[in-house]
């Protein structure tokens, strides 16, 4: 497992495809925007890091290796509603370990995105209400299984023949891969990895990708290593892969949508930790076809006893419009157990 974890060979032939009017379907619908800060602050990855508070977005499966039993998170990212294009996200994320071999978590996650449309301002809401169930099967490996309810409003112009508001159901399957600590020659390491499939949906006769593309489904696989330089000195280097499990370029009907998306990302984050109190990460981003998700980003941390602070930042490398560019995002963690 330690010598395979770090391999993938990712070959991947993709397009990428907007919408030519003033709306935008920018990086998956905002359903797949990062929800925490530092994730974001390793160029958006966060499948096979180690556990925290916001894990639901990511990988549940993480949850069961937490050295934490109970923890709530939450992430904002404010946006002026008078403004055009403006985007603004909240995410509360929950997580309880019921014992060394179980856990539960549930989340929210809201956004919306004010645009330009026929002369006006219309305002787009995305929201999504996430649970899920995880169990150790070994040592080092746990799985989990959950389930997503979504709703899309405002989206009338860009879904024609449908209502003003939208739902969407989605199914979750990952794993995550935690190794023992290893001593090695002259430092220490630890191996993790993780899988993760989101939003899996069955099909019926009343399917469209026109509404599908704004959650839409997809694959993350991921492989990192701890550097455990001696107790107060810790350099986490992590890989990651996502792609589109569909095109999400027509309709039921095969006729071609104005507005789709297909493609993938790789990207490559670094967390640097002192005493597990001072944070600094960096991370970047390529999209594989796929302009807005090719950015560099920074970050920090200040984690306590009792709460936990993150800070991210993004800096885009592509003109395309991307809603969280430039944008601070701030996390912060309580550690319900400690506080209780």
């Known amino acids: 497992m330690r010598k395979n974890a770090l391999i993938f060979i990712l070959i991947c032939y993709s397009s990428l495809s907007a919408q030519k009017n003033s709306v935008t379907t920018v990086r998956d619908g905002f359903i797949g925007i990062a929800t925490d800060a530092r994730a974001a602050g390793q160029g958006d990855i966060g499948v096979a890091t180690s556990a925290d508070a916001f894990s639901q977005f990511w990988n549940p499966s993480k949850y069961i290796f937490s050295d934490k039993k109970i923890e709530i998170g939450i992430t904002q990212i404010p946006g002026k509603k008078e403004e055009f294009n403006e985007f603004s996200q909240l995410n509360l994320s929950f997580y309880n370990k019921l014992n060394n071999r179980s856990a539960y978590s549930i989340s929210f996650r809201g956004y919306s995105y004010n645009i330009n449309e ?5 305002v787009n809401l995305e929201g999504a209400i996430d649970g899920a169930y995880t169990l150790r099967l070994g040592d080092t490996f746990a799985m989990s299984v959950g389930g997503r309810f979504i709703l899309l409003q405002g989206k009338v112009p860009l879904l024609d023949g449908f ?7 989605g199914v979750d399957v990952s794993g995550f891969y935690y190794g023992n600590e290893i001593a090695y020659k002259k430092i220490n390491g630890r191996w993790r990895a993780g899988f993760g499939f989101s939003n899996l949906r069955g ?15 997809t694959l993350r696989v991921g492989a990192g290593f701890d550097f455990i330089f001696d107790q107060d000195k810790m350099l986490g280097i992590t890989t990651e892969y996502k792609t589109l499990l569909d095109s999400y370029v027509e309709n039921a009907n095969g006729e071609k949508l104005d507005f789709g998306l297909e493609g993938s990302v790789i990207a490559l984050g670094l967390e640097f930790a002192y005493k597990e109190k001072l944070i600094a990460r960096s ?5 594989i076809n796929r302009l807005t998700d090719s950015f560099i980003s920074i970050g920090t941390g200040f984690h306590g006893k009792y709460v936990d602070l993150d800070i991210a930042g993004l800096l885009g490398l ?12 701030l996390s912060l963690s309580l550690n319900l157990e400690e506080m209780l």
């Open 118 to 122: 026929f002369q006006f301002v219309q």
């Open 163 to 169: 209502s003003d508001t939208s739902s969407l159901y």
């Open 203 to 217: 099909k019926s006769l009343n399917d469209n990708k026109s509404v599908e593309i704004y959650a839409p489904s």
């Open 283 to 287: 991370g970047y981003s390529h999209g």
């Open 318 to 329: 592509s003109e395309e419009e991307n809603p969280i560019r430039e944008k601070l995002r």
